[in-house]
């Protein structure tokens, strides 16, 4: 059972915007930074989203991160079948002093 | 660039050893946070292990404290994970991380570590 919550999977059509929830506690997401993750099963995570909101370079701005509490948002529009991946929220919790992801949500773009 | 390059993994009978490798380049290795995570068959990320830039502290997932030992060579830009008395529940792929300014932002691609009798 993974520290942070996210929905298993989620769906949309091509063209159309998605956005995927992350809960936490108040020693993880609520005083700490939360990143996004796109992974490809056989290839390695990449970083979509880092310091809650920051897009690193390369990362196309239909790319969204938001944090409210302790919740985060990731924010996908103009979606297209490339960006069928599966997506993970991770986080410091600084109770446990470990890292925590959530268990991982499998986006399908129909 | 900066590359993380994991290597060590294989298939290993349960209570055996195995020790993996990741080798650093194109960042000033000894700057940085280091971490472990690995992502079981069917299963979403794990994190296991983090070692500090320094190698002065380290901290370990539950599941796997006082079995695995991270550690790092800083003069060979490398970071190891011990794993010993491996379990079935241990089989997965380990990725190696680099820790930047609050994110992990630098994955390695992953190695198998398959624990079967």
């Known amino acids: 059972q993974s520290v942070l919550t996210q929905p298993p999977s989620v769906s949309a059509a091509p063209g159309q915007k998605v956005t995927i929830s992350c809960s936490g506690s108040s020693s993880s997401i609520e005083n700490n930074y939360v990143s996004w993750f796109q992974h490809v099963p056989g290839t390695a995570p990449k970083l979509l989203i880092y310091d809650n909101n920051k897009r690193p370079s390369g990362i196309p701005d239909r790319f969204s991160g938001s944090k409210s509490g302790t919740s985060a948002t990731l924010g996908i529009t103009g979606l297209q079948t490339g960006d069928e991946a599966d997506y993970y929220c991770?986080?410091?919790?600084?109770?446990?002093?470990?890292?925590?992801f959530g268990g991982g949500t499998k986006l399908t773009v129909l | 660039q900066v590359q993380l390059v994991e290597s060590g993994g294989g298939v290993v009978q349960p209570g055996r050893s195995l020790r993996l490798s990741c080798a650093a380049s194109g960042f000033i290795f000894r700057s940085n946070g280091m971490h472990w995570v690995r992502q079981a068959p069917g299963k979403g990320l794990e994190w296991v292990a983090v070692?500090?830039?320094?190698?002065?502290?380290?901290n370990y997932a539950d599941s796997v404290r006082g079995r695995f030992t991270i550690s790092r060579d800083n003069a060979k830009n490398t970071l190891y994970l011990q794993m010993n008395s491996l379990r079935a529940e241990d089989t997965a792929v380990y990725y190696c991380l680099r820790y930047n300014i609050n994110t992990f932002d630098y994955w390695g691609q992953g190695t198998l570590v398959a624990v079967s009798s």
């Open positions: 070692i500090w830039y320094d190698g002065s502290k380290t």
């Open positions: 991770g986080t410091w919790d600084s109770s446990l002093s470990a890292g925590v």
